[in-house]
């Protein structure tokens, strides 16, 4: 399979512990996206890589997310000392160099519950 | 900022018959782009079409056709022939401009279930 892959699929953590999600994207895809999904709600912005900077960071994105594309190739989202509120659908996306039409692909999710 | 409006929150359709999904949207740029993609229950999020707001036909793509109305602000969604694998939700996407590329802002979604 060579669309966008995110592990785990499903994660439960108790409040205050630290989570890491993973997302490796199409091979020859030098944009990668991360969006929240909270439930009834379209996906919001998260932060942006080309290659592997990191060149843009939603509001969203509290001093407790980070993320990281060390090669410009898989990408890790972590979240430390988890809420409640962090409860929800986090997408990987990414796409090719080119035309802005370009098409994002997403990978499957990762839903986090927080309890 | 851009703004995603989709004002159905669900719809009912009968097997092998059409629906449209609305969507406007508003924006003060010349050039953007509209795209709709469609979300099953798995949580993957599929690309279904593209319309650029330069582009004077409006989008097909087999039985998923844009029905783009420039003035209107408006980018809707027409599936024909729906078959039941079609029920899921179905969002509308805006490119927006970032500092050196772009993103996608979405609607809040249309969940559509297709009856036998």
New interface residues.
């Given amino acids: 399979d060579t669309g966008v892959s995110q592990n785990p699929r499903h994660k439960i953590t108790k409040r205050g512990q630290n989570v890491t999600f993973r997302c490796d994207p199409i091979s020859e895809h030098n ?1 990668l ?1 991360w969006y929240r999904q909270t439930l ?6 998260l932060t ?1 890589f ?1 290659n592997e900077a990191q ?2 960071k939603s509001r969203l994105l509290s001093d407790r997310f980070s993320a990281e594309r060390p090669k410009g190739s898989f990408s890790t989202l972590e979240i430390q000392r988890t809420e409640q509120g962090d409860s929800a ?1 986090y ?1 990987c ?1 990414s796409s090719a160099p080119g035309q ?2 370009t ?7 990762t ?1 986090l519950t927080v309890v | 900022a851009q703004k ?1 409006t989709q004002t159905q929150p669900g719809m009912f359709v009968q097997e092998k018959e059409a629906v449209t999904l609305d969507c406007t949207y508003d924006t003060s740029d010349q050039s953007y ?1 509209l ?1 709709w ?1 469609k979300q099953p229950s ?6 279904l079409i ?1 319309q ?1 707001s330069y582009d004077e036909q409006n989008a097909t793509e087999g039985r998923y056709s844009l029905n783009f109305q420039k003035a209107r602000k408006s980018a809707n969604l027409v599936i024909s022939a729906s078959q039941l694998g079609d029920s899921a939700m179905y ?1 509308c ?1 805006m ?1 927006e401009l ?12 249309t969940t559509v279930t297709v009856r036998a």
């Avoid at chain 1, 098409?103 to 999710?109: D, H, I, R, T």
């Avoid at chain 2, 798995?42 to 690309?47: A, L, R």
């Avoid at chain 2, 050196?100 to 809040?108: E, P, V």
């Fill in positions: 944009r996206y009834g709600q379209g996906p919001e912005f942006y080309q060149l843009e659908m997408l996306a802005a039409n098409e994002a692909f997403f990978g499957q999710g839903r | 995603i782009g795209f993609y798995s949580g993957e999020m599929i690309f593209y650029g969002f996407a490119r970032l500092s050196n590329d772009y993103k996608l802002s979405f609607g809040a979604g």
